[in-house]
């Protein structure tokens, strides 16, 4: 039986939301795990931005952005109910969304990598990304999760950037004194569908046998 296939990057953040929910809604698909500085010329084929994840659908459709993928993969099967939102909720994920993946991401990667923009210090980048996490923590003071009591896909679309913005310095995000927003990131590290998505699959070469996603 055919399945879709996906190309990912297992450290990537924005690959790890589409594996989050592809795993969430059923896990039926093929995985093709890659390097980032060895793009495979078929994925490049398929989508010449050469950035993960990049999802082939059965009929040949193309995804090759996360947030794409994760709305396919919900409207397959949603069952806790993730895309169940008010307009409000979704208004406000939207706005969420949108900030993460545009400001806080620019302050995350010359957090990550500050020797490469030295126009600010490490603390500088580190400083402008904490507004952004000052913002979710207060909103986790309101409710469990980031729109309510319930998980939604906006809390997962973001816990992978909120991880790799406190493993830059673990310590220094666990004393930050933000300790809703720490206790959601725990949560989330220790949930089974995170584990599941982060299990190391050798690299994918063409003419592999199609390796099935396990959750």
Not at 135 to 144: G, I, K, Q, V
């Amino acid at each position: 039986m055919r399945l879709p296939y996906l190309y990912t990057f297992r450290r990537c953040p924005y690959a790890m939301r589409a594996r989050m929910a592809l795993a969430y809604s059923g896990g039926n698909f093929e995985i093709r795990e890659i390097l980032l500085r060895d793009k495979p010329a078929h994925m490049l084929s398929l989508s010449a931005k050469g950035t993960v994840p990049v999802l082939v659908l059965v009929d040949g459709t193309i995804l090759d952005e996360s947030l794409d993928v994760m709305s396919w993969a919900l409207a397959q099967h949603d069952p806790d109910g993730w895309n169940v939102l008010s307009d409000a909720q979704r208004k406000t994920g939207a706005d969420l969304v949108k900030t993460n993946d545009g400001d806080f991401k620019f302050c995350l990667d010359r957090y990550k990598y500050s020797s490469r923009f030295p126009e600010k210090t490490m603390e500088q980048w580190r400083d402008d990304g904490f507004e952004f996490l000052k913002h979710l923590d207060e909103a986790l003071s309101a409710h469990r999760y980031l729109l309510g009591e319930d998980l939604s896909f906006v809390d997962v679309a973001l816990f992978p950037f909120v991880r790799q913005f406190a493993h830059v310095d673990l310590e220094w995000f666990k004393n930050t004194g933000l300790h809703k927003l720490i206790a959601w990131y725990e949560e989330h590290m220790a949930s089974e569908l995170f584990t599941s998505v982060m299990k190391k699959y050798p690299l994918w070469q063409e003419g592999d046998a199609p390796l099935h996603f396990k959750a």
